[in-house]
Protein backbone atom coordinates (compact mmCIF):
# COMPACT_ATOMS: atom_id res chain seq x y z
CA UNK A 1 0.00 0.00 0.00
CA UNK A 2 0.62 3.64 -0.51
CA UNK A 3 0.48 5.99 2.12
CA UNK A 4 0.49 9.47 1.95
CA UNK A 5 1.13 10.85 5.64
CA UNK A 6 0.53 14.44 6.13
CA UNK A 7 2.18 15.13 9.39
CA UNK A 8 4.66 12.91 8.91
CA UNK A 9 7.52 14.64 11.11
CA UNK A 10 5.30 14.70 14.54
CA UNK A 11 4.66 12.49 17.10
CA UNK A 12 2.38 10.27 15.38
CA UNK A 13 3.52 10.42 11.99
CA UNK A 14 7.03 9.46 13.03
CA UNK A 15 5.56 6.74 14.69
CA UNK A 16 3.43 5.34 12.31
CA UNK A 17 5.65 5.62 9.62
CA UNK A 18 8.32 2.61 10.92
CA UNK A 19 5.39 0.47 11.77
CA UNK A 20 3.69 1.18 8.04
CA UNK A 21 7.64 0.41 6.67
CA UNK A 22 7.90 -3.07 8.18
CA UNK A 23 4.70 -4.07 6.67
CA UNK A 24 6.13 -3.23 3.33
CA UNK A 25 4.26 -0.42 2.95
CA UNK A 26 5.82 2.85 0.71
CA UNK A 27 4.92 6.01 2.75
CA UNK A 28 5.39 9.84 1.56
CA UNK A 29 5.94 11.92 4.25
CA UNK A 30 4.82 15.26 3.85
CA UNK A 31 6.29 18.18 5.94
CA UNK A 32 7.01 22.19 5.74
CA UNK A 33 10.00 22.05 7.65
CA UNK A 34 13.41 21.42 5.76
CA UNK A 35 14.74 20.65 9.51
CA UNK A 36 12.47 17.95 9.67
CA UNK A 37 13.80 16.10 6.48
CA UNK A 38 16.26 14.11 8.48
CA UNK A 39 13.74 13.14 11.18
CA UNK A 40 11.43 12.10 8.29
CA UNK A 41 13.52 10.19 6.56
CA UNK A 42 14.66 7.83 9.60
CA UNK A 43 11.44 6.97 10.17
CA UNK A 44 10.90 4.85 7.02
CA UNK A 45 9.03 7.75 5.16
CA UNK A 46 10.08 9.32 1.94
CA UNK A 47 10.33 12.90 2.36
CA UNK A 48 8.34 15.59 0.33
CA UNK A 49 8.04 19.20 1.18
CA UNK A 50 4.95 20.45 1.55
CA UNK A 51 2.51 23.35 3.01
CA UNK A 52 -1.09 22.84 3.70
CA UNK A 53 -1.25 26.43 4.06
CA UNK A 54 0.74 27.59 0.65
CA UNK A 55 -0.33 24.46 -1.07
CA UNK A 56 -3.36 24.74 -3.57
CA UNK A 57 -5.82 21.62 -3.73
CA UNK A 58 -4.57 21.15 -7.11
CA UNK A 59 -0.83 20.97 -6.43
CA UNK A 60 -1.82 18.74 -2.84
CA UNK A 61 -4.05 16.43 -5.83
CA UNK A 62 -0.40 16.23 -7.76
CA UNK A 63 1.22 15.22 -4.45
CA UNK A 64 -1.65 12.62 -3.36
CA UNK A 65 -1.82 11.04 -7.18
CA UNK A 66 -1.10 7.51 -6.81
CA UNK A 67 -1.62 6.65 -3.54
CA UNK A 68 -4.13 4.45 -1.98
CA UNK A 69 -4.23 6.11 1.44
CA UNK A 70 -4.11 9.58 3.65
CA UNK A 71 -3.10 9.69 7.02
CA UNK A 72 -3.90 13.32 8.44
CA UNK A 73 -2.21 13.95 11.51
CA UNK A 74 -1.21 16.84 10.91
CA UNK A 75 -1.54 20.28 13.52
CA UNK A 76 -1.01 23.45 14.84
CA UNK A 77 -0.46 22.48 18.35
CA UNK A 78 -0.67 25.17 20.19
CA UNK A 79 0.82 28.25 17.66
CA UNK A 80 -2.35 29.95 18.11
CA UNK A 81 -5.76 30.37 16.76
CA UNK A 82 -4.90 31.84 13.05
CA UNK A 83 -2.64 28.60 12.82
CA UNK A 84 -5.07 25.97 13.87
CA UNK A 85 -7.82 27.15 11.68
CA UNK A 86 -5.32 27.08 8.49
CA UNK A 87 -4.03 23.75 9.45
CA UNK A 88 -6.29 21.59 11.56
CA UNK A 89 -10.01 23.03 9.87
CA UNK A 90 -9.26 24.55 6.65
CA UNK A 91 -6.01 22.51 6.22
CA UNK A 92 -8.18 18.66 6.59
CA UNK A 93 -10.73 20.11 4.04
CA UNK A 94 -7.95 21.20 1.76
CA UNK A 95 -6.36 17.78 2.02
CA UNK A 96 -10.04 15.71 1.91
CA UNK A 97 -10.77 17.66 -1.57
CA UNK A 98 -6.98 16.84 -2.81
CA UNK A 99 -7.70 13.26 -1.81
CA UNK A 100 -11.00 12.61 -3.78
CA UNK A 101 -9.49 14.83 -6.72
CA UNK A 102 -6.76 12.57 -6.64
CA UNK A 103 -8.98 9.42 -6.46
CA UNK A 104 -7.47 8.09 -3.20
CA UNK A 105 -10.05 6.61 -1.51
CA UNK A 106 -9.15 5.95 2.21
CA UNK A 107 -8.66 8.76 4.33
CA UNK A 108 -7.40 8.66 7.57
CA UNK A 109 -8.07 11.38 10.21
CA UNK A 110 -5.90 11.89 13.97
CA UNK A 111 -8.62 14.11 16.07
CA UNK A 112 -9.25 14.69 19.27
CA UNK A 113 -11.34 13.46 21.95
CA UNK A 114 -14.22 15.74 22.90
CA UNK A 115 -13.60 15.25 26.50
CA UNK A 116 -9.33 16.01 26.40
CA UNK A 117 -8.06 18.50 28.76
CA UNK A 118 -11.50 19.53 30.35
CA UNK A 119 -9.99 18.99 33.33
CA UNK A 120 -8.03 22.23 32.76
CA UNK A 121 -8.36 25.86 32.77
CA UNK A 122 -10.95 27.07 29.93
CA UNK A 123 -8.81 29.06 27.37
CA UNK A 124 -10.02 30.73 24.40
CA UNK A 125 -7.48 28.97 22.53
CA UNK A 126 -8.21 25.86 23.28
CA UNK A 127 -11.98 25.84 23.16
CA UNK A 128 -11.30 27.63 19.13
CA UNK A 129 -9.29 24.72 18.74
CA UNK A 130 -11.65 22.14 20.24
CA UNK A 131 -14.62 23.54 17.61
CA UNK A 132 -11.86 23.53 14.57
CA UNK A 133 -11.31 19.84 14.91
CA UNK A 134 -14.96 19.26 15.40
CA UNK A 135 -16.11 20.91 12.51
CA UNK A 136 -13.36 19.01 10.61
CA UNK A 137 -15.07 15.71 11.81
CA UNK A 138 -18.22 17.15 10.53
CA UNK A 139 -16.62 17.58 7.01
CA UNK A 140 -14.72 14.89 6.33
CA UNK A 141 -17.89 12.84 7.50
CA UNK A 142 -19.75 14.45 4.51
CA UNK A 143 -17.13 13.54 1.98
CA UNK A 144 -17.78 10.24 -0.21
CA UNK A 145 -14.36 9.23 0.88
CA UNK A 146 -13.11 5.82 2.41
CA UNK A 147 -12.89 7.77 5.80
CA UNK A 148 -11.72 6.62 9.24
CA UNK A 149 -11.46 9.18 12.49
CA UNK A 150 -9.76 8.51 15.40
CA UNK A 151 -9.88 10.57 18.92
CA UNK A 152 -7.65 9.38 21.26
CA UNK A 153 -7.71 10.66 24.59
CA UNK A 154 -4.73 12.95 26.07
CA UNK A 155 -1.27 11.66 24.11
CA UNK A 156 1.31 9.98 26.47
CA UNK A 157 5.31 9.54 25.43
CA UNK A 158 5.38 6.58 27.69
CA UNK A 159 5.87 3.68 25.87
CA UNK A 160 2.70 1.75 24.30
CA UNK A 161 1.45 -1.44 25.57
CA UNK A 162 -0.04 -2.87 22.26
CA UNK A 163 -3.56 -2.61 24.47
CA UNK A 164 -6.51 -0.19 24.29
CA UNK A 165 -9.63 0.72 24.21
CA UNK A 166 -11.42 1.58 21.20
CA UNK A 167 -15.48 2.06 20.27
CA UNK A 168 -17.53 4.71 19.19
CA UNK A 169 -18.36 6.42 22.44
CA UNK A 170 -16.03 5.44 25.64
CA UNK A 171 -14.44 7.08 28.92
CA UNK A 172 -12.12 9.56 28.51
CA UNK A 173 -8.27 8.73 29.48
CA UNK A 174 -4.56 9.14 28.27
CA UNK A 175 -3.19 6.71 25.28
CA UNK A 176 0.65 6.52 24.75
CA UNK A 177 1.39 7.87 21.43
CA UNK A 178 2.72 4.35 20.49
CA UNK A 179 -0.51 2.80 20.58
CA UNK A 180 -2.58 5.40 18.52
CA UNK A 181 0.31 4.86 15.84
CA UNK A 182 -0.18 1.22 16.00
CA UNK A 183 -4.24 1.59 16.14
CA UNK A 184 -4.10 3.23 13.00
CA UNK A 185 -1.36 0.77 11.10
CA UNK A 186 -3.63 -1.92 11.85
CA UNK A 187 -6.95 0.03 11.43
CA UNK A 188 -5.54 1.28 8.09
CA UNK A 189 -4.98 -1.97 6.60
CA UNK A 190 -8.73 -3.01 7.65
CA UNK A 191 -10.77 -1.93 5.01
CA UNK A 192 -14.24 -2.91 6.70
CA UNK A 193 -13.45 -0.35 9.29
CA UNK A 194 -14.74 2.52 7.10
CA UNK A 195 -16.55 5.43 7.94
CA UNK A 196 -17.06 5.29 11.41
CA UNK A 197 -15.73 7.59 14.35
CA UNK A 198 -13.64 5.80 16.89
CA UNK A 199 -12.58 6.94 19.86
CA UNK A 200 -9.08 5.54 21.74
CA UNK A 201 -8.02 5.48 24.94
CA UNK A 202 -5.09 3.09 26.97
CA UNK A 203 -6.83 -0.30 27.93
CA UNK A 204 -6.60 -3.97 28.33
CA UNK A 205 -7.87 -5.21 25.00
CA UNK A 206 -4.86 -6.23 22.36
CA UNK A 207 -5.49 -3.90 19.31
CA UNK A 208 -6.10 -6.45 16.83
CA UNK A 209 -8.62 -7.29 19.45
CA UNK A 210 -10.32 -4.07 19.56
CA UNK A 211 -10.45 -3.68 15.92
CA UNK A 212 -12.56 -7.04 15.43
CA UNK A 213 -14.76 -6.00 18.53
CA UNK A 214 -15.13 -2.62 16.40
CA UNK A 215 -16.09 -4.78 13.56
CA UNK A 216 -17.98 -6.50 14.99
CA UNK A 217 -20.08 -4.08 16.37
CA UNK A 218 -18.83 -5.10 19.99
CA UNK A 219 -16.50 -2.27 21.54
CA UNK A 220 -14.63 -3.84 24.35
CA UNK A 221 -12.81 -2.45 27.17
CA UNK A 222 -11.38 -5.84 28.72
Known sequence: ????????????????????????????????????????????????????????????????????????????????QELTTLIDGIGLEKAAEAAAQASVPRFVLVSVFPDAGRDRERR?????????????????????????????GTLRDEPGTGKVTAGPAIEYGDVPRDDVAAFIDAA??????TRTIVELTGGEVPISGAIRALLNGRPRES
Request: net charge negative; glycine share 12%; aromatic share 6%.
Open 124 to 152: EGFEHYMKVKKTADVYLTRTDLDWLIVRP
Open 188 to 193: LHEPAL
Open 1 to 80: MKIFLIGAAGGIGRRLSPLLAHRGDEITGIHRDSAQTETVESSGATSLLGDLIADSTDELATKMRGHDAVVFSAGAHGTG
